[in-house]
């Protein structure tokens, strides 16, 4: 076997090793859902618990191009549930309602978040690039929706931190080892520890309907504490058969009625589009790189590596999401993609893969 031969079949492993890697995950949870959606049952009334299971990955990609760079992984886990009665727990008051009718979706939740640079395989990371972080935190949210008036708001509270305790490094060396590949190298180079504490709120608005097919509804985001300071737009444009969107966020998940019939699957599917402009004021992953914290030790760290300082974070960052939605009685599918310019100057923007299964009961 000459030289040419040999690196040829290197590189088609490397491909077949990216392919694996990228779809996985999609695979895996096709199965899942296709599996509980046919043991389901119409129980013909409106479910009001659900589990979600919430993976984003930039190696998951419609386009069949996947990264490993950047925000590269976001693994959340939660339970929603609706209360017959008013909760007497402190933060359930504080948190803002849509009204008296609104139907109102509480959840617990737990997620992680990991960033790296696009090199992985050198122990210093470059300066410009993202800096290996993680982060781990609890979720407290309330989901209000009000079907009468077309609104409904949407807040979280975020308690954890970023560092080493976040567990990020030792969950991707895992999952690169269990995949079989590139080993990420400088990870002892993470950001320091850092609490957080943020709360997030949205509000979203009908502003149209085709129908029953088609929702086009408006959306600002307020997000404010020690890991991200920001302000967003979005408008969400829903097409296909689906559930009123502001029905309750379990039903947004869900195939059920109270006029189903039990004896029959039923069937959703939708396409959704949510174009997005952000600012943000403060992001701890891209206002920091590395363990590197002020000017004199930026300044020295770039004399060592001979690199210039490290480049500043983009406030301005426009975004797109696209996908589509499969739901199946109490179980629901999706996929999306999720377009973003760069958050850094001087790097490219940034594709992310979601894939999300919801069981509701």
Known sequence: MNESTVLKSFKFLNLKTAVMKSYI????????FFTFSNVSAQNGWAPKKMFRFYEDNDFINLRGKGTDEAYTNGTRL????????????????????????????????????MYTPRTINTVEPDTHDFPYAGALFAIRS?????????????????????GPLSFAKEAQ?????????QRPMGWDSQLPPNAIFNINFTAEKKLMQYKKWMEVIGGTQIAAGTFLNSLSAHSLIRIGKMNPYFDGFIQRFSSS???????????????????RIEYQFY??????????????????NAEKSNLTETSSPNHLIAGFDYGMSLICDHNSFSI?????SASIQGLRHHEVGNISYTKSW
């Open 336 to 340: 999306t993609q999720k377009v973003e």
């Open 283 to 300: 992001n701890v992953i891209t206002s920091r790189n590395g363990n590197v914290k002020t000017k004199k030790e930026i300044t020295e």
């Open 257 to 275: 009625s109270e006029k189903g019939n039990k004896n029959n699957m039923q069937w959703q599917a939708s396409v959704i589009l949510r174009p």
């Open 25 to 32: 995950p999609l695979i895996i949870f096709c199965f899942i």
């Open 78 to 113: 939660d339970i929603f549930y609706e209360k017959s009665r008013n909760s007497h727990f402190v933060l359930n008051k504080l948190f803002p309602k849509a009204g008296v009718n609104s139907v109102n979706t509480y959840g617990w939740g737990i997620m992680q978040l």
């Open 173 to 181: 060396i895992a999952a690169h080892k269990l995949i079989k590949y």
């Open 142 to 162: 309330l989901h209000s929706a009000n079907a009468l008036k077309k609104y409904s708001f949407k807040t979280e509270l975020q308690i954890g931190l970023t």
